[in-house]
């Protein structure tokens, strides 16, 4: 294990690319560089919140207890071998393009390598202004880094492909945020995540040297990018191989995302990553009450772009995106036809999934189909808690006579008591459920592991995360910790004093249903 201070760090993307060396922490516009040297601006005082100890095994990183080292983490020191950048990029915002954007507000120190060679870029999150942050200060509040960090390492824990969080600090300094934008700002406590992974490359660092028409940079970066990422890739169309490999991944994670109920709230091309991760958590959360046309952010409405359902075929629009930001260096009708790859992709592995959440055997059956298919409107038109209601159907009785049975079973998944429609809907579902359940050729006990293997009992609800970061504005962690602890647990019952629905109190309180981008 090394000291965060003791390490030299590699410096393999800001040695590869141009960049603007000066320093000049003005915004700007940028051509023809690909990131520019942002030292972090130092803070009051910065103080350990939180620490990822597993993360830090794996890093081979050793935590910090001298106020020099957790100095690091919140920009206050940065040693001779990092070189701190914010990338350049730029993104479809809202479907619409946004120009460059890049990083207004994260920070890059440099490269750690690990003990098994592997390297992940270490970048700072709210550690002061970059040429990026346009109007804004690159400062970040507790509120949204208590909910990057908590989140980023609880979806490792489900199993879901994302970008990672080693600590939390707090900055003894204060971060004016207007939250819902409407003209009622107020200063919060500020704080830092330092988050990591391989890379924070995005759809929009393409996109950006498309736009611009910097084709040598733009082949340049897509071939560094397989090289690195994707070094099994090699041959003459490497780039459509590539590209197809994107596809794939992408269509993966939106699999997963609807696994677990995740909204991302943000699905900007900025916010997608190249390596099919979960990056950039914003106004997220997950699905309480089944909704597929629920989405947390404020900015989203009326339109919902970004809600839970459409969350896959936003993903294929922005892989549109990237796909026209390559049609410079390979041929268009191959990239189209790998982009159109992503619906067979996305609906294999998602009935795949549907299957193993439902305990089903075998390979998934037109008549499957049609039982998924039974189970998504269903569960839109009861509107049971989603998390909760998967969980009550492993344990379902293979018998079952009458709709009052069926209503008493998932009572406790409920948010509001079921209309003799609502009753009669969910009576033939599962009726239809258990005829199929019965046909099984696996033993119950193998179908119920699969459902568990697939849904997780305790997921991090924005009640839950609200309540923590207001005990942690008061100087109080207790809820903190304990939801640290239980993030890593996901599939079990150990932490069963969450497992309940959303109060009522929570359903119209400010940052525990919608959120917006503030941060």
Not at 243 to 267: D, I, N, P
Request: charge should be negative.
């Amino acid at each position: 294990m090394e000291s965060l201070s003791s390490k030299a760090y590699k410096k393999e993307f800001v040695s590869t690319f141009d960049g603007d060396d000066s320093g000049d922490l003005k915004p700007r516009q940028t051509p023809g560089v690909l990131y520019s040297k942002a030292i972090p601006t130092p803070v009051e005082k910065v103080t350990l919140l939180a620490w990822s100890e597993e993360l830090a095994r794996k890093l081979g990183v050793q935590k910090p207890t001298e106020q020099k080292e957790i100095d690091i983490l919140g920009g206050n020191r940065v040693t001779d071998t990092m070189y701190p950048y914010a990338a350049c990029y730029a993104g479809h915002q809202f479907g619409h393009w946004a120009g460059q954007l890049g990083d207004g507000r994260a920070i890059t120190l440099g490269e750690w390598e690990a003990a098994n060679s592997e390297t992940w870029e270490l970048q700072l999150k709210g550690a002061g202004p970059t040429p990026y942050s346009r109007r804004a200060d690159g400062r970040a509040v507790l509120r949204s880094s208590v909910r990057e960090y908590l989140m980023s390492e609880a979806m490792h824990y489900l199993g879901v492909p994302t970008t990672r969080a080693l600590s939390l600090v707090a900055t003894g300094e204060p971060v004016l945020r207007d939250m819902f934008y409407n003209g009622n700002a107020a200063y919060e406590p500020g704080a830092i995540v330092m988050r990591v992974a391989p890379s924070f490359l995005r759809f929009g660092n393409f996109e950006l040297l498309n736009a611009r028409k910097e084709t040598d940079n733009l082949r340049k970066v897509v071939d560094w990018t397989i090289e690195r990422y994707y070094p099994h890739i090699q041959g003459e169309n490497k780039v459509l191989d590539w590209f197809a490999e994107v596809v794939e991944r992408t269509a993966s994670l939106m699999v997963e995302w609807q696994r677990v109920g995740f909204v991302h709230g943000v699905m900007n091309t900025d916010n997608m990553s190249i390596l099919g991760l979960t990056i950039d958590y914003g106004p997220y959360s997950f699905v309480d009450d089944y909704d597929p046309n629920f989405t947390p952010n404020t900015t989203d409405l009326p339109g919902r772009r970004y809600a839970f359902g459409k969350q896959p075929s936003i993903a294929y629009w922005n892989l549109g995106c990237l796909a026209g930001a390559l049609l410079p260096l390979t041929h268009k009708d191959q990239l189209v036809a790998a982009l159109e790859s992503f619906q067979e992709i996305y609906w294999t592995k998602y009935y795949t999934m549907m299957a193993n959440k439902l305990g089903l055997d075998g390979l998934t059956t037109e008549k499957d189909v049609e039982l998924i298919t039974q189970f998504e409107k269903t569960l839109a038109a009861v509107k049971p808690d989603m998390t909760i209601f998967y969980q009550l159907l492993i344990d379902l009785p293979l018998y079952m006579d009458t709709a009052q049975e069926v209503a008493d079973h998932f009572k406790d998944a409920l948010y509001d008591e079921l209309s003799p429609e609502q009753s009669e809907l969910l009576f033939t579902l599962i009726a239809t459920y258990l005829e199929r359940l019965n046909k099984n050729t696996i033993k119950r006990a193998e179908s119920q592991q699969r459902m568990r293997e697939t849904s997780p009992r305790f997921i991090l609800r924005n009640y839950l995360l609200h309540q923590a970061i207001e005990e942690l504005e008061k100087g109080e962690n207790t809820l903190f910790l304990k939801l640290q602890e239980a993030m890593k647990e996901p599939y079990s019952d150990k932490f069963d004093e969450f497992f309940q629905t959303r109060p009522e109190w929570a359903s119209q309180k400010a940052g525990c249903s919608m959120l917006s981008c503030s941060s």
